[in-house]
């Protein structure tokens, strides 16, 4: 059965090119991106990976902890960063699961068998500090993912969890920001000291709150 949003996300061991690691202990009481890509020695996903690591300052000051997956084995894992530190001028020090017998693929529904029947697709999960799935993304084999886009879902995520505000289509860091409905009007005042506007009264705009 595939994830869903709210579901706690499975722990797992697995063996990395970090060493072995246990999910939720790897997480710790922070964020998680767990990403899967098809293979190793691919073109897009040696550039997304590296893109990964050279956003690595961004990720853990949001105290993310990102992991990648694949069906590759170790060995392979290991050759295939220094051709991603080489060409992508990174240091890829996250860890990336070697998932040869799919157990972690399966339980997180990455492999599509219509799509490959023995490679993942480009599945994306943000984990909460609760364990719970936030978002999941499903690319195509052929288009990297934006990983700004994942530091902007981030920064959402994290100012609804700590000022219940939500984010607007296209929002970006330093604009405005949506009061969440369950919030009655009279109360914003005291919940947001920056003052709001009311274009509707179910449409509250207030400044970002932690800016
Ligand atoms: C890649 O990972 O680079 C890739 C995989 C399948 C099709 C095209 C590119």
């Not at 970090?18 to 073109?43: R, V």
């Not at 599945?123 to 990297?144: E, M, N, Q, R």
């Not at 919030?183 to 970002?208: C, M, S, W």
């Amino acid at each position: 059965m595939s994830l869903r949003l709210g579901d706690i996300a499975p722990n797992f061991t697995a063996k990395t090119s970090a060493g072995d690691i246990d999910f939720y202990e790897f997480l710790g009481n922070g964020w998680g991106i767990l990403f899967s890509h098809p293979a190793d020695y691919t073109p897009v996903c040696t550039t997304e990976l590296g893109k990964t690591a050279l956003l690595q300052e961004e990720f853990a000051k949001r105290n993310v902890k990102v992991l990648a997956v694949s069906v590759d084995p170790l060995e392979k894992h290991m050759g295939w960063i220094k051709d991603i530190n080489e060409t992508q001028k990174c240091e890829v020090n996250f860890p990336i699961i070697a998932d040869e017998d799919r157990k972690i693929s399966e339980a997180y529904d990455m492999i599509h068998p219509n799509a490959s029947v023995n490679a993942t697709v480009r599945s994306l999960f943000i984990i909460g500090p609760d364990k719970a799935v936030k978002l999941i993304i499903t690319y195509p084999a052929s288009t990297g993912r934006n990983f700004q886009e994942m530091l902007r879902v981030i920064d959402s995520l994290q100012l609804t969890a700590n000022y219940s505000v939500a984010t607007p289509a296209d929002w970006k860091e330093g604009e405005d920001v949506v009061v969440v409905p369950a919030i009655k009007t009279e109360d914003i005042p005291a919940k947001f000291p920056k003052g709001f506007t009311a274009v509707k009264p179910y449409l509250r705009l207030t400044p970002q709150p932690n800016k």
